[in-house]
């Protein structure tokens, strides 16, 4: 069962700025890093932000993310059909690493 | 480059066992603590174990405590996962990934547990 809360689904048109919320708690995103996975259909999930709101070697900026107390966001700006994926938050709670439930980006 | 290559999924009756594998290059093996993290047909994510450095100290999601046991080999680069008394909600794809960020994940190996 998922810790952290995530919209099933987002859309937007090319172009457009979609956000992703992820809700928690403060023993997970209260008090530790968040990070998003992007998975493509298909393919294994992909680090996509670590460290709240760092990117990995060679994801673009478009991609940017957030935290605030005990939630965080991760927004797509200038959305493109190649982003058309699975999007999960995670956190460390303790010894445990929960994930999100899944966002789908659906783009229209 | 950094590698991940899962194998030692398949088909398995529950009650029985599987053990996988998690072939590691690229990057100093024993440096690094490591995770399997799985999914199930069309869900999402899920945590399932980690392992430091040295394979002082593991930790198991809730479900798979005392039926699963994660080690590793550092001599030999590779994860391990001891899968016993399978269920059919055990049924998933198996990742391995390279921990604390899991930055690197490996392809996936296919857990089916079905009479």
């Known amino acids: 069962q998922s810790v952290l809360t995530q919209p099933p689904s987002a859309s937007g048109t090319p172009g457009q700025r979609v956000t992703i919320s992820c809700s928690g708690s403060s023993s997970n995103i209260g008090s530790n890093y968040v990070y998003w996975y992007q998975q493509l259909p298909g393919t294994a999930p992909k680090l996509l932000i670590y460290?709240?709101?760092q990117r990995p070697s060679g994801v673009p900026d478009r991609f940017s993310g957030s935290k605030s107390g005990t939630s965080a966001s991760l927004a797509i700006s200038g959305l493109r059909s190649e982003d058309e994926a699975d999007y999960y938050c995670?956190?460390?709670?303790?010894?445990?690493?929960?994930f999100g439930t899944g966002t789908k980006v659906t783009v229209l | 480059e950094v590698q991940l290559v899962e194998s030692g999924g398949g088909l398995v009756q529950p009650g029985g066992s599987l053990r996988l594998s998690c072939a590691a290059s690229?990057?100093?093996?024993?440096?690094?603590?490591m995770s399997w993290v799985r999914q199930a047909p069309g869900k999402g994510l899920e945590w399932v174990a980690n392992i430091k450095q040295d394979g002082s100290e593991k930790y198991y999601v809730d479900s798979v405590k005392g039926r699963f046991t994660i080690s590793r080999d550092n001599a030999k680069n590779s994860l391990y996962l001891q899968m016993n008394s399978l269920r059919a909600e055990d049924t998933a794809v198996y990742y391995c990934?390279?921990?604390?960020?899991?930055?690197?994940w490996g392809q996936g190996t296919l857990v089916t547990v079905s009479s």
């Open positions: 690229g990057f100093t093996f024993s440096s690094y603590w």
């Open positions: 990934a390279r921990a604390y960020s899991n930055d690197y």
């Open positions: 995670a956190a460390w709670d303790d010894s445990r690493y929960v």
């Open positions: 460290r709240n709101n």
